[in-house]
């Protein structure tokens, strides 16, 4: 099976700007999670989705919102980045619906605002 | 809310000496444990894991036994070699903070040779 896939792999984006990151999860997993990891903060939870509903939002503003769509595949969506935005962006997907399993990751998706 | 704690790194060792990186969690329930390694400019990959207490958790030389009257997973590891030189990162999931995975700060190790 294919792993967890991210598109793009890096990104440079301005101030100002807004952007969309993809997730493709494995076949067959319905939960997507989306994670921010700084050298700062860590890895910060954002928001996960099982079958296109949103189930658990973490701490960020509303600027980062998210979806999936019918077929499970994910996106991500940052409004008027700032600075701070700058991060490695996580997707990981879950085969079952519930917390007890583990999470696959895909390789991230390197945000830099400038 | 649900909380993981580990040790703080970098960790440095030479090869083939012992591993152990401490690692302590707060939760209300049953969480499910686990072990996660980033090597540079990848994304997480699951070393580990543990889903109820007492279950030892192994891969490639890597133990971790959840242990919930010390509610601690420790990772260990006999001998080390330069290729784990990576962050290790302890988390848990299914507890109270239920679909998410609540990950450690990451515990850098650099191996010598």
């Known amino acids: 099976k294919a792993g967890v896939t991210q598109t793009p792999r890096y990104l440079i984006k301005t101030r100002g700007q807004q952007v969309t990151l993809s997730c493709s999860p494995i076949?067959?997993?319905?939960?997507v999670s989306w994670y921010q990891q700084t050298p700062g903060q860590g890895l910060q939870f954002l928001f996960e989705?099982?079958?296109?509903?949103?189930?658990n939002k973490g701490n960020f503003p509303g600027r980062f919102s998210g979806r999936q769509f019918s077929n499970s595949r994910s996106e991500m969506n940052v409004s008027t980045l700032e600075l701070g935005d700058s991060a490695l962006y996580l997707c990981?997907?879950?085969?079952?619906?519930?917390?007890?399993?583990?999470?696959?990751f895909g390789q991230g998706t390197r945000l830099t605002v400038v | 809310g649900d909380s993981v704690t580990q040790m703080e790194g970098p960790v440095t060792l030479s090869e083939e000496a012992f591993l152990t990186i401490n690692c302590t969690y707060t939760?209300?329930?049953?969480?499910?444990l686990f072990w996660y390694v980033q090597y540079p400019g990848e994304g997480l990959q699951l070393l580990l894991k543990?889903?109820?207490?007492?279950d030892k958790g192994s891969n490639k030389g890597f133990e971790a036994t959840y242990r919930k009257e010390t509610t601690s997973f420790h990772l260990e590891k006999g001998s080390v070699q330069v290729s784990d030189s990576a962050v290790y990162f302890c988390?848990?999931?299914?507890?109270?903070?239920?679909?998410?995975?609540?990950f450690g700060a990451g515990t850098r190790l650099f191996v010598k040779a």
């Open positions: 990981a997907s879950r085969e079952t619906g519930t917390g007890y399993t583990e999470a696959f």
């Open positions: 076949s067959g997993h319905r939960s």
């Open positions: 989705y099982f079958s296109e509903t949103q189930r």
């Open positions: 939760a209300t329930g049953y969480p499910s």
């Open positions: 543990a889903t109820k207490a007492d």
């Open positions: 988390a848990l999931s299914g507890g109270t903070g239920g679909f998410k995975t609540i």
